[in-house]
Antibody, heavy 121, light 108 residues
Framework: QVQLVESGGGVVQPGRSLRLSCAASGFTFSSKNMHWVRQAPGKGLEWVAIVSSDGTSKYYGDSVKGRFTISRDNSKNTLDLQMNSLRPEDTAMYYC??????????????WGQGTLVTVSS | SSDLTQDPAVSVALGQTVRITCQGDSLRTYYASWYQQKPGQAPLLVVYGETTRPSGIPDRFSGSRSGNTASLTITGAQAEDEADYYCNSRDSSGNHRVFGGGTKLTVL
């Protein structure tokens, strides 16, 4: 069965860096676009970034562009999010999500359980 | 601000029908999907391609679209449907994804 397991969250000071990972299993990882989505405490879902199946195309939400980098290793079935220059407003649960796409558009069909990032001094 | 607009909160009496809406210009071009999220849990896909239910989602959940507004309808709401609901689609550029602000559904 499809599994997405995030790791790497924790408490970090403002201005510092953190790297999140998502281990994927149960499907052909290299054939799927992958995303990071976050949710600040008590707030709604916010799309963060996408990486194409082959890793060549990447797009970012406005709030993280220039600070975060999404990447993947298809040989290891892992998705990463390098977060630099962290701000208190980056405090959130970070989810990795698999995209399924087709004639009915694209959508997130599987989600991990999330990893919590807290940016605080 | 979000490119997709949802009412913050909606309530429905047990067993009645409720419609949750999502408005945005990009919905004229791109399909909407809907996610249910209960406290402490990851989001769960309930409708994709505007109208299609994934396997395992009860048939009381249905989706539709008219113009720039997508809707999620729950016909015969149950207590377990109390949750936050989010719509998602692409933004006007087509490259980014965007979520609506979410609708908190209360089942009375």
């Amino acid at each position: 069965q499809v599994q997405l397991v995030e790791s790497g969250g924790g408490v970090v000071q403002p201005g510092r860096s953190l790297r999140l990972s998502c281990a994927a299993s149960g499907f052909t990882f290299s054939s799927k676009n992958m995303h990071w989505v976050r949710q600040a405490p008590g707030k709604g879902l916010e799309w963060v970034a996408i990486v194409s199946s082959d890793g060549t195309s990447k797009y970012y939400g406005d709030s993280v562009k220039g600070r975060f980098t999404i990447s993947r290793d298809n040989s290891k079935n892992t998705l990463d999010l390098q977060m630099n220059s962290l701000r208190p407003e980056d405090t959130a649960m970070y989810y990795c999500a698999r995209e399924r796409s087709g004639w009915t558009g694209d959508y997130f069909d599987y989600w991990g359980q999330g990893t919590l990032v807290t940016v605080s001094s | 601000s979000s490119d997709l607009t949802q009412d913050p909160a909606v309530s429905v009496a047990l067993g009645q029908t409720v419609r949750i809406t999502c408005q945005g210009d990009s919905l004229r071009t791109y399909y909407a999907s809907w996610y249910q999220q209960k406290p402490g849990q990851a989001p769960l896909l309930v409708v994709y391609g505007e109208t299609t239910r994934p396997s395992g989602i009860p048939d009381r959940f249905s989706g539709s679209r008219s113009g720039n507004t997508a809707s999620l309808t729950i016909t015969g709401a149950q207590a377990e449907d109390e949750a936050d609901y989010y719509c998602n689609s692409r933004d006007s550029s087509g490259n980014h994804r965007v979520f609506g602000g979410g609708t908190k559904l209360t089942v009375l």
